[in-house]
């Protein structure tokens, strides 16, 4: 824990340091929300989104701070400045995450679980953090998960669900594609991509899979081109540091998203069955377990695209929560623990 709060400390003060070269004129504390406000909003006289604080003032929080990042106007050296100002605040929300760690006396970390908080049905950790979002070494090249080591005498075992969701999709949706490559074994994200980008499997790279896994994720539930838009600017070539999506424009994620349809027409039939379900009365129903949702904010007759995705997600998500409670149920049964 000391090595990586020292870690991040430092980082924190890199990012400092490059924030007084990027800023135009004095540069703000980039602690200080106001300060960062006043100074994007007021002395650089940038746009603000229609993201709002509380007070109903201009926001600077991330989906602002990467919805300004896409504009293609935005003069480079706001670029640069926000961009130290995503990697200042990220630094310090891992040294927080970090620092929240306390170990009981034994030396573990022992966190809430519960099944039943979240209401797409996940299974939500908490307490002090959810383990669940703590960076591996994909995100992070010192990754944050070496805190975490085994009692001597004792090994770590990770288990994945291999991508549960996409084969719940598969299995409801009846998408021929991904169904061959779950029975073949292949990365299912792999054989996405190659199909939407029509080359071979081998020439996939790694952005490319990412690109088309980021897609996926919002258009498998019906999601639309305006979300996607905002997930792939987050996105950063680790290898030279840019953002290839920052300056995509909403007709061009329109495009990705009749490209992804295309490639997957069995999605748009699925959404349409699970509507027609939900206009004739039905509960969206968990697929094992039986955990129903309800929609009482929504009409029958409700066709927007926010709420049309969380009909169609419930099943998905809730019915991973049920694969995954199975799961540990069984797990536990095995080695003698006892099920509550």
């Not at 498998?220 to 987050?234: H, I, P, S, T």
Request: charged share 25%; glycine share 6%; with cysteine.
């Amino acid at each position: 824990q000391a090595r990586h709060d020292a870690r991040l400390t430092v980082r924190a003060g890199q990012a400092e340091v490059r924030a007084v070269n990027a800023a135009i004129g004095n540069c703000p504390k980039l602690g200080s929300v106001q300060q960062v406000a006043d100074y994007l909003f007021v002395r650089r006289r940038i746009a603000p989104t229609e993201h709002e604080t509380e007070a109903q003032d201009p926001s600077t929080k991330e989906d602002a701070v990467y919805e300004i990042l896409a504009r293609r106007s935005l003069d480079p050296r706001d670029r640069a400045f926000l961009e130290v100002l995503i990697a200042y605040r990220r630094a310090i929300k891992a040294r927080g995450l970090v620092r929240s760690l306390v170990p009981d006396a034994d030396g573990r970390v022992r966190c809430s679980w519960s099944a039943h908080s979240q209401v797409v049905g996940r299974v939500s950790c908490s307490d002090p953090v959810n383990l669940q979002t703590i960076p591996d070494t994909r995100r992070d090249l010192d990754s944050l998960r070496s805190m975490f080591v085994a009692a001597p005498g004792n090994v770590l075992v990770g288990a994945d669900a291999d991508q549960l969701h996409i084969r719940i999709i598969a299995a409801r949706a009846g998408d021929a594609p991904w169904i061959e490559a779950f029975n073949q074994g292949l990365d299912v994200h792999r054989v996405n991509a190659a199909l939407v980008l029509q080359k071979p499997m081998d020439a996939v790279t790694g952005p490319e899979r990412n690109v088309i896994k980021t897609e996926g994720h919002l258009f498998n539930y019906g999601g639309g081109a305006r979300k996607a838009l905002a997930q792939l600017v987050k996105m950063l070539d680790p290898k030279t540091g840019l953002r290839p999506f920052a300056l995509w424009s909403l007709s061009d994620a329109e495009h990705a998203k009749k490209k992804y349809l295309r490639t997957h027409p069995a999605l748009q039939a699925w959404w349409d069955e699970e509507m027609s379900l939900w206009r004739a009365g039905h509960v969206p129903t968990s697929p094992i377990l039986g955990r129903r949702r309800y929609f009482l904010d929504l009409t029958r007759g409700v066709e927007d695209e926010e709420s049309r995705s969380e009909i169609v997600n419930h099943p998905i998500l809730s019915g991973e929560r049920d694969l995954m409670i199975e799961a540990i149920r069984r797990a536990t049964e095995t080695i003698g623990w006892a099920w509550d």
